[in-house]
């Protein structure tokens, strides 16, 4: 099994530099950046206050090939990219061309809430799920399961964003239940106590919770049902109770880990959710997270902070894939990794 991981640990590494490298010459070839941006302001700056009488043009060329330089648009893609990759091998990650900050320090602002609703998602959606698969499977064709059906696939047939939007329009616009967005309150910090800043915080994260859970918790739930009856319907199971052992004890002895198997190969997956969050979630309900730290950067062709999001949520996603792969030779006995 060491060496098995290990050579897919030596698999990131051309895995991570194909990822990078395609990004990376994207946002090369795409119109507008951080020198367009700032063309484009100071001609506004100057249409305004008649400072020039080139159309409001204030930078002359020279000003822009040393803006170039200093962003390091002057050089070709191959050899930025290589820049770059020096620069994270020091882990340095650039600085923002819109927020003239380190990028790793606005990465390390915004983590911890995107953090939260991925770990508060991943353990609301594991905590139900399973349950309630199980409880399908067991009770298949009955009316808890056609009806719990009909909310599952509405849930999985919704995008999170369109649920995000459904649930603060009903519950915070127009029934004024929850607040419209944000991460905690303007008054949290002046909140004395554990239990009024917790249910601060709960109060504002509700409905994003809700949002991030509902397409997880739909297809968990269907892959656990889904494997659980395969598996009640196997020779092994009837055979253990065909020698006597009770039903329920066949199930959780049995078939119930061996059902474990397709959820595990998930589990990993959701490594990069605690970190990423979701740009449309986190920008309709106005979260201060990475979601909408990068939606920002793509909009602003904030390219150092896009590169460095995309560095660690690829990162997270490979070693994700890693982690699904040791969850599955936990749950299921019948891997090897000798051949």
Request: hydrophobic share 50%; net charge negative; glycine share 10%.
């Amino acid at each position: 099994m060491g060496q098995y991981f290990l050579r897919r640990l030596l698999l990131l590494i051309p895995t991570f530099l194909g990822i990078t490298l395609v990004v990376f010459a994207i946002t090369r070839f795409v119109p507008g950046g951080p020198v367009e941006r700032m063309l484009m302001e100071s001609q506004l700056a100057g249409s305004e206050f008649s400072q020039s009488s080139r159309g409001g043009q204030v930078l002359s060329a020279e000003q822009i090939d040393e803006l170039k330089a200093f962003y390091g648009l002057d050089k070709p893609v191959g050899e930025a990219y290589l820049d770059w990759l020096g620069k994270l091998a020091r882990l340095d990650l650039g600085e923002s061309t819109r927020y003239y900050l380190p990028v790793w320090e606005l990465i390390q602002e915004r983590l911890p809430v995107s953090a939260f609703f991925g770990i508060s998602t991943f353990i609301l959606s594991y905590l139900v799920s399973i349950p309630l698969g199980v409880l399908k499977a067991l009770r298949h064709n009955s009316r808890f399961d056609s009806i719990s059906s009909m909310f599952i696939y509405a849930g999985y047939a919704l995008p999170a964003y369109v649920v995000g939007i459904f649930l603060l329009t009903v519950f915070a616009f127009q029934l004024g239940w929850f607040p419209m967005g944000g991460f905690i309150g303007d008054d949290f910090y002046y909140l004395e106590g554990f239990w009024p800043k917790t249910l601060n915080l709960f109060h504002h994260a509700l409905l994003p919770l809700i949002a991030y859970a509902i397409g997880d918790f739909a297809v968990l739930t269907m892959t656990m049902k889904n494997s659980l009856m395969e598996n009640l319907s196997a020779d092994y199971v009837r055979t253990a109770v065909a020698k006597g052992l009770p039903f329920g004890k066949a199930v959780t002895r049995h078939a119930l880990r061996n059902s474990l198997i397709p959820i595990a190969s998930h589990f990993g997956n959701v490594i990069s959710v605690f970190f990423a969050g979701s740009f449309l979630i986190e920008v309709i309900f106005n979260i201060d997270g990475l979601g909408l730290l990068g939606y920002e950067a793509v909009v602003e062709r904030d390219y150092p902070v896009v590169m460095g999001i995309l560095a660690v949520t690829s990162l997270l996603m490979l070693l994700g894939n890693i982690l699904s792969d040791i969850c599955v030779a936990l749950v299921d006995p019948r891997v090897r990794f000798d051949g």
